[in-house]
C-alpha cells in the first residue's frame, strides 16, 4: 500500500482572533485541515462563518492586527515563523491566490501583460523578453481569446470573465503547488462561471495542482472539490468526500444549506425550507453548540456542551445528534 | 369604459420597445411583454442582455427610441406630472444592494416613515406607525429595528427594510433586480419566502430579474430569455425553463451547477 503523500498545506489547530474592547474575537477557533498535492477541497459556509480568514490569515493577508496561533505549513515550512520577506517570496511563488472581483485584485493603469510579467520577475523566474513569451504562453494556458492583443490591454477593457482567467494567469504563473480560490467565481454569469470552473479543473489535472476554493455556494463546489469541508462560527462543523457530504449530510446545518438551495427541478409549489435566523456574531456565540438557536433537532445538551468534531477517518462532523448514517 | 365591452387593459404592456445608446452594449431590441394585474415576470439573462436597461425603460428613466410602454393601459409617452407620480407610487423597486439602497444616515424608523410622509400626507403620526408596524410584521421584522441604522443590520434583514418600504405605497408592482444574489443561500430562501406570500396575499405584481433561474422558476409564471438585447424565448416559466426551444436558453439551463439532491433520512 502506497503511503499518503504529504500535505500540501497543512493546517492544525488554526485559531485567527482580533484584539477588541469587549475582548478577543476569534475569527476560527482551532481549525485543522490537510490539503493534499492535487486535491481540491471545497471549503463552504455562510458569510463570516471564518472561510476566508482560516486560508488567508496564515499567509498574512488579513488585517494586520489579526493573531494567528497553531500550526500552519506550506510544504513543511512554517508560516507563521517566517518575516514579511520570506513571506513575500511564497506568496505568488509557492501559492497563487485568485479573489472574487478581479477588477480590485488588478492594478488600473498598468497593462496586462505587464502585471503578469511583474510576477515572474519579482519571483526570478523569468526576464525581459523570455518573460514576456511566458506571460502570452500562460494567457493562452487560461483559454484567453485574443491573447497577443491582450497583452497590451488594460483591465478596463476586458470582460468581467478575461479579467478572471487574468488573474489565474497571475495565480499560476509561478507554478505554484497550492492555488487558493476565494469565491473565483462569484462575480460572474453562469455561462462565464462554467467556463471558469473548467479551467482550474483542467489546470488542476495537468499540473497536479492543489486547489482550496473557498464558496457559499454548493453548486460551484460540488463541480471540482473531491472533499468538502463545511464552516459556521469559525468551527468545521462537518468534513468529508464531496459526494458523500452532498448526498447524506451529517450535521444538521449541512443538510440545512442543501434543503435551502433552489433547483431547477423543484416542485414550485413546495416551499424552500429557510434556515431561521441568521449567523452569529463572533462577539455573541451562543453557549453548547454555536448552531443550535437555528438548529430543528437541538435539544437541552446542544445548548449547553460543545460538540467535538468526530471522525471516523473518511468523514467528520461535530454534532451531538447527527442524521443517521 | 364599461368591462363588459373591452377586456381591461394589462397593467403592463410593451410593445416594440428599442432603446439605442451610442455605446452599443445595454442596447434594446424590439421588445414586447405583457405583464397583467398580479402576475409575476420573471427576466432572465446575463451581463450586458439588456436587463437593466429594460427596467429603467420600464420606470421611464432612460429614453425610448422606438415601440410603446403602456401602463394600465395609458403610453407613457403622453404621461403628465400626475401619471409619473402615480407611476413612482405603483411601481416599486427593490435592489440588488440593500445596504447601498438604504440612507445610512437615517434610522430604520425614519427610513420607514419617509415615503409615507411623501405620498400619504394626509396620515397622522399614529396611523404612520400603526402602517410601519403590521408592514414590519408581514416581512418577518419587529419594531426592534426601528431604532437602528443599515449598519447595525444583517444584509437580511436591510432587504427586508427594503421589501418593507417599498410595500408600504401599497404599489400594484414590485420591480426586484437580482433582490436575492447578494445574501447567503440561507437568506435567499428566507427573502424568497416574503417575497412569495407578498405576492400571493397582496396581490402585488413581481418583475423579477435575476441570474438564478430556479428561482425564477419558482416565483414567476411568466419569463423571458434576454440575450443582446432582444427577446429570444418568452411565454409560461414552465415552457420556457423546462421546454427551452432555444439554444441559448438551453446553455443558461446547461450551465447553472447541478447540487444533487440528499438522501432524505429525517
Given at each position: 500500500?502506497?503511503?499518503?503523500?504529504?500535505?500540501?498545506?497543512?493546517?492544525?489547530?488554526?485559531?485567527?482572533?482580533?484584539?477588541?474592547?469587549?475582548?478577543?474575537?476569534?475569527?476560527?477557533?482551532?481549525?485543522?485541515?490537510?490539503?493534499?498535492?492535487?486535491?481540491?477541497?471545497?471549503?463552504?459556509?455562510?458569510?463570516?462563518?471564518?472561510?476566508?480568514?482560516?486560508?488567508?490569515?496564515?499567509?498574512?493577508?488579513?488585517?494586520?492586527?489579526?493573531?494567528?496561533?497553531?500550526?500552519?505549513?506550506l510544504a513543511g515550512e512554517?508560516?507563521?515563523?517566517?518575516?514579511?520577506?520570506?513571506?513575500?517570496?511564497?506568496?505568488?511563488?509557492?501559492?497563487?491566490?485568485?479573489?472574487?472581483?478581479?477588477?480590485?485584485?488588478?492594478?488600473?493603469?498598468?497593462?496586462?501583460?505587464?502585471?503578469?510579467?511583474?510576477?515572474?520577475?519579482?519571483?526570478g523566474r523569468a526576464r525581459?523578453?523570455?518573460?514576456?513569451?511566458?506571460?502570452?504562453?500562460?494567457?493562452?494556458?487560461?483559454?484567453?481569446?485574443?491573447?497577443?492583443?491582450?497583452?497590451?490591454?488594460?483591465?478596463?477593457?476586458?470582460?468581467?470573465?478575461?479579467?478572471?482567467?487574468?488573474?489565474?494567469?497571475?495565480?499560476?504563473?509561478?507554478?505554484?503547488?497550492?492555488?487558493?480560490?476565494?469565491?473565483?467565481?462569484?462575480?460572474?454569469?453562469?455561462?462565464?462561471?462554467?467556463?471558469?470552473?473548467?479551467?482550474?479543473?483542467?489546470?488542476?489535472?495537468?499540473?497536479?495542482?492543489?486547489?482550496?476554493?473557498?464558496?457559499?455556494?454548493?453548486?460551484?463546489?460540488?463541480?471540482?472539490?473531491?472533499?468538502?469541508?463545511?464552516?459556521?462560527?469559525?468551527?468545521?462543523?462537518?468534513?468529508?468526500?464531496?459526494?458523500?457530504?452532498?448526498?447524506?449530510?451529517?450535521?444538521?446545518?449541512?443538510?440545512?444549506?442543501?434543503?435551502?438551495?433552489?433547483?431547477?427541478?423543484?416542485?414550485?409549489?413546495?416551499?424552500?425550507?429557510?434556515?431561521?435566523?441568521?449567523?452569529?456574531?463572533?462577539?455573541?456565540?451562543?453557549?453548547?453548540?454555536?448552531?443550535?438557536?437555528?438548529?430543528?433537532?437541538?435539544?437541552?445538551?446542544?445548548?449547553?456542551?460543545?460538540?467535538?468534531?468526530?471522525?471516523?477517518?473518511?468523514?467528520?462532523?461535530?454534532?451531538?445528534?447527527?442524521?443517521?448514517? | 369604459?364599461?368591462?363588459?365591452?373591452?377586456?381591461?387593459?394589462?397593467?403592463?404592456?410593451?410593445?416594440?420597445?428599442?432603446?439605442?445608446?451610442?455605446?452599443?452594449?445595454?442596447?434594446?431590441?424590439?421588445?414586447s411583454l405583457e405583464l397583467?394585474?398580479?402576475?409575476?415576470?420573471?427576466?432572465?439573462?446575463?451581463?450586458?442582455?439588456?436587463?437593466?436597461?429594460?427596467?429603467?425603460?420600464?420606470?421611464?428613466?432612460?429614453?425610448?427610441?422606438?415601440?410603446?410602454?403602456?401602463?394600465?393601459?395609458?403610453?407613457?409617452?403622453?404621461?403628465?406630472?400626475?401619471?409619473?407620480?402615480?407611476?413612482?407610487?405603483?411601481?416599486?423597486?427593490?435592489?440588488?444592494?440593500?445596504?447601498?439602497?438604504?440612507?445610512?444616515?437615517?434610522?430604520?424608523?425614519?427610513?420607514?416613515?419617509?415615503?409615507?410622509?411623501?405620498?400619504?400626507?394626509?396620515?397622522?403620526?399614529?396611523?404612520?406607525?400603526?402602517?410601519?408596524?403590521?408592514?414590519?410584521?408581514?416581512?418577518?421584522?419587529?419594531?426592534?429595528?426601528?431604532?437602528?441604522?443599515?449598519?447595525?443590520?444583517?444584509?437580511?434583514?436591510?432587504?427586508?427594510?427594503?421589501?418593507?418600504?417599498?410595500?408600504?405605497?401599497?404599489?400594484?408592482?414590485?420591480?426586484?433586480?437580482?433582490?436575492?444574489?447578494?445574501?447567503?443561500?440561507?437568506?435567499?430562501?428566507?427573502?424568497?419566502?416574503?417575497?412569495?406570500?407578498?405576492?400571493?396575499?397582496?396581490?402585488?405584481?413581481?418583475?423579477?430579474?435575476?441570474?438564478?433561474?430556479?428561482?425564477?422558476?419558482?416565483?414567476?409564471?411568466?419569463?423571458?430569455?434576454?440575450?443582446?438585447?432582444?427577446?429570444?424565448?418568452?411565454?409560461?416559466?414552465?415552457?420556457?425553463?423546462?421546454?427551452?426551444?432555444?439554444?441559448?436558453?438551453?446553455?443558461?439551463?446547461?450551465?447553472?451547477?447541478?447540487?444533487?439532491?440528499?438522501?432524505?433520512?429525517?
Open positions: 500500500m502506497s503511503s499518503i503523500p504529504a500535505p500540501v498545506l497543512e493546517l492544525r489547530d488554526l485559531t485567527v482572533q482580533f484584539a477588541s474592547r469587549e475582548g478577543p474575537l476569534v475569527a476560527v477557533a482551532g481549525v485543522t485541515l490537510p490539503v493534499r498535492p492535487g486535491e481540491c477541497v471545497g471549503i463552504v459556509g455562510e458569510s463570516g462563518a471564518g472561510k476566508s480568514q482560516l486560508l488567508l490569515a496564515p499567509f498574512r493577508l488579513t488585517a494586520s492586527e489579526a493573531q494567528v496561533s497553531g500550526i500552519a505549513q512554517d508560516l507563521l515563523a517566517l518575516d514579511e520577506r520570506a513571506l513575500d517570496r511564497v506568496r505568488g511563488a509557492q501559492v497563487g491566490f485568485v479573489f472574487q472581483d478581479p477588477m480590485s485584485s488588478l492594478t488600473p493603469h498598468r497593462t496586462i501583460g505587464d502585471q503578469i510579467i511583474e510576477v515572474l520577475e519579482h519571483h525581459g523578453q523570455a518573460a514576456r513569451e511566458r506571460a502570452l504562453a500562460l494567457l493562452h494556458k487560461v483559454r484567453i481569446d485574443e491573447p497577443v492583443r491582450r497583452l497590451g490591454q488594460y483591465p478596463h477593457e476586458l470582460s468581467g470573465g478575461q479579467r478572471q482567467r487574468v488573474l489565474i494567469a497571475i495565480a499560476v504563473a509561478c507554478d505554484p503547488a497550492l492555488l487558493i480560490a476565494d469565491e473565483p467565481t462569484t462575480a460572474l454569469d453562469v455561462t462565464v462561471q462554467a467556463e471558469v470552473l473548467t479551467l482550474l479543473a483542467a489546470l488542476r489535472a495537468e499540473r497536479s495542482l492543489a486547489i482550496v476554493l473557498v464558496s457559499h455556494d454548493f453548486g460551484v463546489v460540488s463541480r471540482l472539490a473531491d472533499r468538502i469541508v463545511v464552516m459556521y462560527a469559525g468551527r468545521v462543523v462537518e468534513e468529508g468526500p464531496a459526494p458523500a457530504v452532498i448526498a447524506a449530510p451529517r450535521h444538521p446545518y449541512t443538510a440545512a444549506l442543501l434543503d435551502c438551495i433552489a433547483r431547477m427541478d423543484d416542485s414550485p409549489d413546495a416551499p424552500l425550507p429557510p434556515i431561521p435566523g441568521q449567523p452569529p456574531e463572533p462577539r455573541a456565540l451562543p453557549a453548547g453548540c454555536a448552531f443550535h438557536p437555528r438548529c430543528s433537532r437541538a435539544q437541552a445538551r446542544c445548548r449547553s456542551e460543545s460538540p467535538v468534531l468526530a471522525s471516523d477517518g473518511q468523514r467528520a462532523a461535530a454534532c451531538h445528534f447527527p442524521l443517521s448514517i | 369604459m364599461s368591462a363588459d365591452r373591452e377586456p381591461p387593459a394589462p397593467l403592463l404592456q410593451v410593445r416594440g420597445l428599442a432603446v439605442h445608446y451610442r455605446a452599443h452594449r445595454g442596447a434594446l431590441h424590439d421588445i397583467g394585474k398580479g402576475g409575476a415576470l420573471g427576466i432572465c439573462g446575463e451581463s450586458g442582455s439588456g436587463k437593466s436597461t429594460l427596467l429603467r425603460a420600464l420606470l421611464g428613466l432612460v429614453p425610448i427610441s422606438h415601440g410603446e410602454i403602456h401602463w394600465y393601459g395609458r403610453s407613457m409617452a403622453t404621461f403628465g406630472g400626475k401619471e409619473w407620480r402615480a407611476l413612482r407610487r405603483i411601481v416599486q423597486p427593490v435592489f440588488q444592494d440593500p445596504f447601498a439602497s438604504l440612507d445610512p444616515r437615517m434610522r430604520v424608523g425614519e427610513i420607514l416613515a419617509e415615503p409615507l410622509r411623501v405620498h400619504r400626507p394626509e396620515l397622522g403620526s399614529a396611523a404612520r406607525e400603526r402602517q410601519i408596524a403590521a408592514l414590519l410584521v408581514r416581512v418577518g421584522l419587529t419594531a426592534t429595528v426601528l431604532p437602528h441604522y443599515p449598519h447595525e443590520l444583517s444584509g437580511g434583514q436591510c432587504q427586508r427594510v427594503c421589501i418593507a418600504r417599498a410595500m408600504l405605497l401599497e404599489p400594484a408592482v414590485l420591480v426586484c433586480d437580482e433582490p436575492v444574489s447578494a445574501l447567503d443561500v440561507s437568506i435567499q430562501a428566507q427573502i424568497l419566502a416574503v417575497l412569495q406570500t407578498l405576492h400571493r396575499e397582496s396581490g402585488t405584481a413581481l418583475i423579477f430579474v435575476s441570474h438564478n433561474l430556479a428561482l425564477v422558476r419558482r416565483l414567476c409564471s411568466q419569463a423571458i430569455v434576454l440575450r443582446g438585447g432582444a427577446v429570444v424565448e418568452a411565454g409560461p416559466t414552465r415552457e420556457v425553463l423546462d421546454n427551452p426551444q432555444h439554444q441559448y436558453t438551453r446553455e443558461l439551463i446547461a450551465a447553472v451547477p447541478v447540487v444533487p439532491r440528499r438522501k432524505r433520512q429525517g
